[in-house]
């Protein structure tokens, strides 16, 4: 199992952008196609974007499409999520998740501990 530690949360005004990163630990991320989530208080886990083991095929979330951008360093170990034009209705917790490709939190197996992103208005 891969541990993932995610960075560069924190408060934002509308409009603004924030970059978070994801590291990975004890193994490489080159054999995982990757993704973040969002959860918002009271509100179910959300997908925002994935990216596979090339990086060479992304999918973003309808809320976030033309707005984020989910690249990958496999040389890094690291995964990122470019937000731009942040908005208030973007706070949430964002995690950054191993696994097979897909939309569902059922198919990545591996999670970070989340980083909190606040957008204020």
């Known amino acids: 199992q891969v541990q993932l530690v995610e960075s560069g949360g924190g408060l934002v005004q509308a409009g603004g952008s924030l970059r978070l990163s994801c590291t990975a630990s004890g193994r490489t991320l080159i054999a995982y196609n990757m993704g973040w989530f969002r959860q918002a208080p009271g509100k179910e886990r959300e997908f925002v974007a994935a990216?596979?083991?090339?990086?060479?095929?992304?999918y973003s979330g309808d809320s976030v499409k033309g707005r984020f951008t989910i690249s990958r360093d496999n040389a890094k170990n690291t995964v990122y999520l470019q937000m731009n034009s942040l908005q208030p209705e973007d706070t949430a917790v964002y995690y950054c998740a191993a696994g097979s490709w897909g939309t569902s939190v059922d198919n990545f197996g591996s999670w970070g501990q989340g980083t909190q992103v606040t957008v204020s208005s």
């Open positions: 990216i596979s083991v090339s990086g060479s095929s992304t």
